[in-house]
């Protein structure tokens, strides 16, 4: 792949197709992943070029698919599995955290579990039910589970071929309102996997945020910073592990810290980001660490789904009340 701007589902088309390049044993599942190229077209071209064994059209059956591409990994094959939209991976759920997660302990080692679980999440999109939810923490909750999530399409690219590459599962949060943002994506990664990235410098408190929301981040820090306000914004990148090192350091530099996710905040990642920098960083917090998330409830229809979401007016708000301690 040549380095330079793409949309972020380009960048994951090219690292799929590099995957399969570079060891004949990945297999690629999903429904209509193949003719199609998948609903976002993540896929698209790679069944014509790699074949239909390599590229495999799967029943409507997410359990079945999971099962299928746990099998394959006890023969030593790296299946990447994709889950057409987030709401639909509930039926696979138990195979995901009760097999999958738990194969390499169960064999005491012996057994890796290869497989990349591509999950397009969250909203923005204007779908319908079961087509925008946000169930990141429930994943990050299971032991076993490596759990990550790109904002750009140079992480999007170098962070799938990484998961892929990984020997433990990886559950692959993909946002999809961002599928077709575009960004330079460079010739190598920058980044381990589970590496936190300060995407701007500041001085007055820390933006925690991942996947959809770091836009929305970035976007604030530039129209706080009109007013003499200096936001540092950290993507998280990786959900579990967690990189606290690069959290903790921002944070005794800024003495502030707002997390801000889709997801609803009652116990939600921020909770447990939340709670552990308080723990780590208590004599440094000029404030409480504060959330900005989607309200406790269902994923709302279309029509009022921006009323949902955090925006930037939610995260200067909570920017405005940390400052005012």
């Not at 029943?59 to 939209?85: D, H």
């Not at 169930?135 to 032991?143: D, G, I, M, P, R």
Request: glycine fraction near 8%; include cysteine.
């Amino acid at each position: 792949m040549m380095a330079g701007q793409l949309s972020i589902a380009k960048a994951l088309n090219e690292a799929l197709r590099k995957s399969l390049e570079n060891d004949p044993k990945t297999l690629l599942m999903g429904e209509d992943i193949g003719k199609l190229g998948g609903v976002f077209r993540i896929t698209d071209g790679l069944q014509k070029d790699f074949g239909e064994d390599r590229v495999i059209d799967s029943p409507l059956a997410e359990s079945g698919i999971m099962g299928t591409a746990i099998g394959l990994a006890l023969r030593g094959y790296r299946p990447v599995v994709e889950i057409q939209f987030d709401g639909f991976v509930y039926p696979a759920f138990d195979q995901i955290v009760s097999q999958l997660a738990k194969m390499h302990a169960r064999a005491l080692g012996h057994v890796k579990m290869p497989v990349t679980v591509r999950i397009p999440y969250a909203g923005g999109i204007g779908a319908v039910e079961h087509h925008s939810e946000s169930h990141e923490a429930y994943f990050a909750h299971t032991a076993g589970l490596r759990v990550v999530t790109p904002s750009n399409a140079h992480d999007a690219h170098w962070m799938l071929r990484q998961a892929i590459e990984s020997d433990d599962p990886v559950i692959f949060l993909e946002p999809k309102r961002r599928y077709w943002d575009k960004g330079e994506v460079g010739a190598a990664a920058d980044l381990g996997l589970h590496d936190a990235r300060i995407v701007r410098p500041g001085t007055d408190a820390t933006l925690i945020a991942y996947g959809p929301m770091v836009k929305v981040c970035l976007e604030a820090a530039a129209a706080a910073e009109e007013d003499g306000r200096r936001l540092e914004v950290v993507d998280l990148r990786s959900l579990s592990p967690v990189d606290f090192t690069t959290l903790e350091e921002s944070v005794k530099r800024t003495g502030r810290a707002v997390v801000v996710h889709e997801a609803p905040v009652f116990l939600g990642m921020g909770a447990e980001l939340a709670a552990r920098l308080t723990e780590r960083c208590f004599y440094h917090l000029e404030a409480p660490v504060l959330r900005v998330g989607g309200y406790y409830a269902p994923y709302p229809p279309s029509r009022v789904e921006e009323a949902f979401l955090p925006d930037l007016d939610r995260v200067l708000d909570a920017v405005d009340r940390a400052l005012a301690y």
